[in-house]
């Protein structure tokens, strides 16, 4: 699961345009559902949804793909190419928390006896 907050310049309104941009069609890329709360990209290929919340001047979002595990970067990489396209004059910043990923533990080599 990858975090996702994105920051509103104020006044914007940049939660409900999205999710109306959505509805309406003009914004073609990704489908809202659930209220507005899930948000899926229209290309099947593309696995996984996002879980949206908007609270004041920051949109929350957590993107999931629990059949292709690894793959929610795609959505992330569609969602943020279409935030900075068309509304990039409403957003102050956008933050991303990836998350925690262990590295294998390596074992030591063994040395041969001679």
């Known amino acids: 699961m990858i975090a996702l907050q994105i920051i509103e310049r104020p006044g914007a ?17 990704f489908v809202v559902t659930k209220r507005g709360r899930k948000v899926t990209h229209k290309n099947p290929s593309f696995p996984g949804w996002m879980n949206w919340t908007g609270v004041e001047n920051v949109i929350h979002c957590s993107i999931m793909s629990p059949q292709k595990p690894g793959t929610e ?3 992330l990489h569609a969602l943020i190419g279409r935030l900075a396209d068309k509304y990039a004059d409403r ?6 928390q990836f998350p925690d990923a262990r590295a294998p533990e390596l074992k030591g080599k063994r040395r041969r006896g001679r």
């Open 73 to 75: 970067w795609r959505l």
């Open 13 to 29: 309104h940049l939660h409900r345009t999205l999710i109306d941009a959505m509805r309406s069609g003009d914004l073609r890329t």
């Open 91 to 96: 957003i102050h910043s956008i933050g991303i």
